[in-house]
């Protein structure tokens, strides 16, 4: 468990008894009554943040579980199914939902792009505790006295809070990899969350690796059942299919924060992968909702 300051302030202590929200940002109290009264998750909510202060949560992800104590980040991430219980009888802290329009955006974050980041536990420490305290409470203000550019004020708070969480340790929710997977493996796959949108080529990460590309290939296949470059092809079109889920943004501009140069050369790729084209595809997602 990791320890923490507790920092009797009275902004904060406000934020852990009423829910604050925008179009774009909802905090709420973290407590034992948060799940049996759990709001709705809207269809734009990206990320969910789950600060666990006091207690313990429990996350349920396909047939892992993963344990989120006193000093925890949880980061979850749309697209991924999770149950989350407490037996603690003292649960405190915040949870903040995220939609895509206070979503930092940029190839030069310094943090994987978190739309499709992969979900995790964040361990924190004595000063990321202070400084998320603070960065909770610019929000609430902001949120309570709103002014011009809120969401690009939001936007801001959020990256510096994101900067924080992604310098601390972590552990990847993602079930879909074996426990026993390879070093090697878990390497390339911390380093394709990371440069997805900007290596595409396997021998890329092969020169990271400091292995061969055929070598790269042959681990991953043993590991996942296809290849490496199969798996940056796949990691790519989820992300693509994501942000074509997000109400008007256009094919052109996934395209470029994809590290598309040409933008018919994303519409291939996304045809080839989906078995549709991309207007098509946010049809077929918008005649569902």
């Known amino acids: 468990m990791i320890s923490y300051a507790v920092y009797p302030n009275t902004a904060f202590r406000q934020s852990q008894t009423a829910s604050c929200k925008s179009e774009h940002l909802e905090i709420y109290a973290l407590n034992e009554a948060y799940f049996s009264n759990r709001p ?4 734009d909510q990206v990320v969910e943040i789950i600060w666990v202060r006091k ?3 429990y996350i349920m992800h396909d047939l892992e579980t993963y344990k989120a104590e006193a000093g925890t980040i949880v980061f979850l991430t749309r697209g991924q199914t999770f149950e989350i219980r407490s037996s603690e009888a003292i649960l405190d802290g915040l ?3 995220l939609s895509a329009g206070i979503m930092p955006v940029g190839s030069d974050l310094p943090y994987p792009n978190i739309v499709n980041s992969a979900s995790r536990v964040f361990e924190i420490d004595n000063w990321t505790t202070s400084a998320v305290i603070r960065i909770v409470q610019l929000m609430r203000r902001e949120l309570i ?8 004020v939001l936007s801001g708070y959020l990256k510096i809070m994101l900067i924080y969480l992604f310098r601390r340790p972590s552990v990847t929710l993602r079930s879909s990899l074996r426990t026993d997977i390879s070093v090697l493996a878990r390497r390339f796959f911390d380093l394709l969350e990371q440069q997805y949108s900007v290596n595409k080529k396997v021998s890329e990460y092969a020169d990271e690796l400091a292995v061969s590309p055929n ?3 042959q681990i991953i296949k043993q590991e996942t059942g296809m290849s490496a470059g199969a798996n940056i092809r796949k990691r790519l ?16 501009t996934v395209a470029y924060q994809l590290g598309f ?26 005649e569902s909702a």
């Open 40 to 43: 709705a998750i809207r269809k």
């Open 55 to 57: 207690g313990r949560l």
């Open 95 to 97: 949870v903040l939902r």
């Open 145 to 152: 006295n709103a002014g011009g550019k809120q969401d690009e």
């Open 215 to 217: 070598h790269l290939n």
């Open 237 to 252: 079109l989820v992300q693509a299919q994501r942000m074509a889920n997000v109400h008007g943004i256009s094919m052109k």
């Open 261 to 286: 140069n040409d933008a018919a050369h994303f519409s291939k790729f996304f045809k080839i992968g989906c078995g549709c084209n991309f207007t098509d595809y946010r049809k077929r997602i918008m």
